[in-house]
Nanobody
Framework: QVQLVESGGGLVQVGGSLRLSCAAS????????MGWYRQAPGKQRDLVAS???????NYADSVKGRFTISRDNVKNTVYLHMNSLRPEDTAVYYCNADGTYSGGSPYRYWGQGTQVTVSS
């Protein structure tokens, strides 16, 4: 089991910045990658950014140049630095962890989600 606890969401004005944090605990040795997804009302949950254990990152086109994902392996925490926020960035942001159990089966865990609201 992997537990993911997110923090850092809130209300911000257009053009502002926020930093989301996701702390992982439990069976973290099997984690291969962590990422952030977001889901706006009535829409599907989409990938925002991800980072592998080796540090390779991937971003949605809509956030490239504005958001940065990073990780602190000592603290087992992943961050999403969000700059130049837009109203369309408003959503619930979910942290996820993709990994492999000791027996070789893959897993995916989700955090509880944190609301980000960008006001114009």
């Amino acid at each position: 089991q992997v537990q993911l606890v997110e923090s850092g969401g809130g209300l911000v004005q257009v053009g502002g910045s926020l930093r989301l944090s996701c702390a992982a605990s439990g069976s973290i040795f099997g984690i291969n990658a962590m990422g952030w997804y977001r889901q706006a009302p009535g829409k599907q949950r989409d990938l925002v950014a991800s980072i592998t254990q080796g540090g390779t990152t991937n971003y949605a086109d809509s956030v490239k140049g504005r958001f940065t994902i990073s990780r602190d392996n000592v603290k087992n925490t992943v961050y999403l630095h969000m700059n130049s926020l837009r109203p369309e960035d408003t959503a619930v942001y979910y942290c996820n962890a993709d990994g492999t159990y000791s027996g070789g089966s893959p897993y995916r865990y989700w955090g509880q989600g944190t609301q980000v609201t960008v006001s114009s």
